[in-house]
Nanobody, 115 residues
Framework: QVQLVESGGGLVQPGGSLRLSCAASGNLFSINVMSWYRQAPGKQRGLVADISSGGITNYADSVEGRLTSARDNAKNTVYLQMNSLKPEDTAVYYC?????????WGQGTQVTVSS
């Protein structure tokens, strides 16, 4: 079993910044890729970023250049630094991992970008 705990969401004005954190605990032996997803109201959940255990990150086209993900294997934590935020970034953000062929999801954290 893996537990994912997210933090860092909140309300921010357009152009502002937030940093999300996702800490993993439990059986972490086989975790390879950890990911960030988001789901806006009325839309499907979509991939934001994948970050491998080697630190290689792939970003969705809509966020590349504004959002940066990093992984601290020693702390079993991934981060999502979000800059130049836009109203369309408003969504519930989820972290996810795959461990021994099982998907694990965090509870989600709300990010609201509004003036």
């Amino acid at each position: 079993q893996v537990q994912l705990v997210e933090s860092g969401g909140g309300l921010v004005q357009p152009g502002g910044s937030l940093r999300l954190s996702c800490a993993a605990s439990g059986n972490l032996f086989s975790i390879n890729v950890m990911s960030w997803y988001r789901q806006a109201p009325g839309k499907q959940r979509g991939l934001v970023a994948d970050i491998s255990s080697g630190g290689i990150t792939n970003y969705a086209d809509s966020v590349e250049g504004r959002l940066t993900s990093a992984r601290d294997n020693a702390k079993n934590t991934v981060y999502l630094q979000m800059n130049s935020l836009k109203p369309e970034d408003t969504a519930v953000y989820y972290c996810k991992c795959i461990e021994r062929n099982q998907d694990y999801w965090g509870q989600g954290t709300q990010v609201t970008v509004s003036s």
